[in-house]
């Protein structure tokens, strides 16, 4: 079995950015473009990491399209490989699919289980799959809070019409698409091999590397096994700590600062102890602060020192966290302040094209001429208070590209005579929430902002890989955990920012990083 070379760095030392574009500079010298594979763990990465590539010179008139399956994620690429099951049953489809819950019903599974969330028998399926375990030995040693209410026995039943109908349908899972390349694929004729974020491959999906690997000249693992947090799935620190020590290793840092570098390492020391070694992990020259808050809904000092940058900097901050309620604290916190945010990977609670409404309508009644899209915004969550039978005399398509008075709009029946009366958009609007209306108001009065969202919030698996100039960590904990693994989590989270973080005190029974 070929075995990787392991490039190990800290967060930030630029194992992504730095060493995998030169990487693959250097392999274009020896091998065609279309035999380097570059695998990473998320879209999101993936699609960076091909972003830079494709503005190396030796890429001139390289398409992205036509590198869609050279760098991809791990998952895509074992799918592009194989040949009959093309539709992917994901997480969404588990928990809303009527026929597999009827299928669950045939099973007799107790009401309490079947009206449960479908999410935790899929997550059971896909954590068993990852340590390499059978239904019945991943239940020996799981942590079995994760998946109530479910049982054994119940999981037992349910996963058979769940294979039944995967098979009959020809769909696949996340966990198919491995196994499959596994069992069925042959192995790719490349020269070389980069596997980002290597620290979070499990059992199946190591396999699978390695059979893709078998002809290759060159194989590389790029990651940190600090950074190893998805061992409930089947990634295996001790594993990564091994291939860490004969790894070649990045130093110099180039996101965070001293203080922020300070504060995880001391975080991650009793793991280097454990281990048996020192990391250098170099510090950019900037400074930074550390604060801390013993809620979100406490004035002092710290609380104030974070409105004030949020308000009066173009900064970015991360607010992350370990569990589920967190993210319920986190919501109501921006809301109540007025600040605008977007859950990382998704749009913002409120997006800017409603914002902006609100904020030009005004504008707009006063005889502003305004562009078409803007116009075409207005309409979109307009009522029939002003909107006329819900339509005009001509289709927008059919306007020339340019600005337009609500005079105009009302000209050619789109709205009704007065409608400009009402400057204030939210008594025109087709529905009214008041909460939501009253959080539209609060971003408006402290200055709206036409920018990108700058305040992002997620769990810490979500945000690993990411970087913000700001981070605020909530230390509340669901459950007890292997210390180590708290360790590894706190790491991560803290070592998301560059300059300022802030430490959320615990609002619950555990707190990340205690034994």
Request: with cysteine.
């Amino acid at each position: 079995m070929k075995q990787p070379k392991f490039i190990s760095g800290p967060p930030g030392t630029g194992k992504t950015s730095i060493f995998i574009t030169q990487k693959y500079t250097e392999l274009l010298k020896k091998y065609p473009h279309n035999r380097i594979i570059i695998l990473s763990h998320t879209n999101v990465a993936a699609d960076e990491i091909r972003d830079e590539i494709l503005k190396l010179p030796e890429m001139q008139g390289v398409t992205k399209k036509s590198m869609k399956y050279n760098i991809c994620t791990i998952h895509a690429y074992c799918k592009s490989r194989l040949v009959g099951r093309k539709e992917v049953f994901s997480y969404e489809d588990h928990k809303n699919l009527s026929m597999i819950d009827s299928l669950f019903k045939l099973q007799r599974v107790t009401e309490s289980e079947f009206n449960s969330d479908k999410h935790k028998f899929y997550r059971y399926l896909a954590d068993a799959h990852g340590k390499g375990n059978t239904l019945k030995e991943h239940w020996k040693t799981c942590d079995k809070e994760i998946y109530k209410p479910y049982s054994l026995n119940s999981i037992e039943q349910m996963a058979f019409p769940y294979f039944e109908y995967k098979k009959d349908n020809h769909v696949c899972d996340y966990a198919d698409m491995i196994q499959d390349f596994i069992d069925k694929a042959v192995e790719p004729d490349i020269d070389a091999l980069i596997v980002d974020e290597a620290q979070d491959s499990n059992v199946p999906q190591r396999e699978a590397l390695n059979k893709m690997a078998t002809k290759a000249k060159e194989y590389y693992f790029v990651g940190d096994a600090d950074q190893t947090i998805f061992e409930f799935a089947g990634s295996d620190a001790d594993y990564y700590h091994r291939l860490s020590r004969d790894a070649e290793q990045l130093e110099q840092g180039h996101r965070c600062g001293k203080t922020i570098n300070t504060l995880c390492k001391r975080i991650i020391r009793p793991v280097w102890n454990h281990y048996g070694y020192e990391r250098v992990w170099k510090p950019t020259d900037v400074v930074g602060n550390h604060y801390h808050l013993p809620s979100l809904d406490k004035r002092c000092s710290a609380m104030t020192a974070l409105l004030d940058k949020i308000k009066n900097t173009n900064e970015t901050f991360l607010f992350t966290y370990r569990g589920t309620p967190s993210d319920s604290w986190v919501k109501k916190f921006f809301k109540q302040q007025g600040i605008e945010f977007a859950h990382v990977g998704n749009t913002a609670h409120v997006p800017k094209k409603e914002l902006r409404c609100h904020k030009l309508w005004p504008d707009f009644c006063k005889g502003t001429p305004m562009p078409l899209k803007q116009i075409k915004d207005f309409w979109q969550y307009m009522g029939s208070k002003v909107i006329v039978h819900g339509k005009g005399e001509e289709t927008f398509d059919e306007w020339i590209d340019k600005e337009y008075t609500i005079d105009h709009m009302i000209y050619h029946k789109y709205l009704k005579e007065g409608a400009g009366k009402e400057r204030d958009f939210a008594l025109i609007r087709k529905k009214t929430d008041p909460d939501r209306l009253i959080y539209i108001r609060k971003i408006l009065n402290k200055g709206y902002d036409d920018g990108e969202v700058r305040v992002k919030y997620a769990n810490i698996h979500t945000v690993k890989g990411l970087t913000f100039d700001n981070v605020v960590v909530d230390l509340t904990a669901t459950r007890q955990e292997d210390y180590f693994t708290q360790l590894r989590l706190k790491y991560v989270a803290y070592s998301r920012g560059k300059f300022d973080c802030w430490t959320v005190a615990s609002q619950g029974k555990y707190t990340l990083g205690v034994r």
